[in-house]
């Protein structure tokens, strides 16, 4: 059984650009499904570690849960630690890479949900059909902008 999908997509942007707008948690319902409703206090744009609150998209229906943004503009890396009302915790961890002529590529490592072992078959695999969705989609949004 696999435990993680790696995807990425090459965006014709730089990657100080990419960076600044994935690492703003503000922008995830605008590229991501999953994402209802984010709230966040302060300065969303500062790209360092931020604790919020987020409305999640499952099959089930909308699910509130603690949401923190681990990013740093050093290292262009974006992490997120989802806190479900049930204390679980789901991750997904993202680095955008610098290429040449204002062009990047922004890597995603997709980890299981955070439920039963006996529930995770093709959980995994649905979850990274729709990441690869997401992925055209903040693509369409970079390069256009």
Known sequence: M??????ST????????AYGYIANPAHLPLWTNAFAAIEFEGNTRTGSNLSGKAQLQTPSGAVPIE???RASRESRTIDWIMTFPDQSVATAFSRVIELPSDQCVYSFVLTPPPVPL??????????????LEELKKLKGILEND
């Open 118 to 131: 006996e529930a995770l078959e093709g959980a995994l695999e649905q979850q990274s059909g729709i990441l």
């Open 67 to 69: 949401l923190e943004v």
């Open 10 to 17: 090459q965006i014709a942007t730089s990657a100080d650009q």
């Open 2 to 7: 696999k435990f993680f999908d790696v995807q």
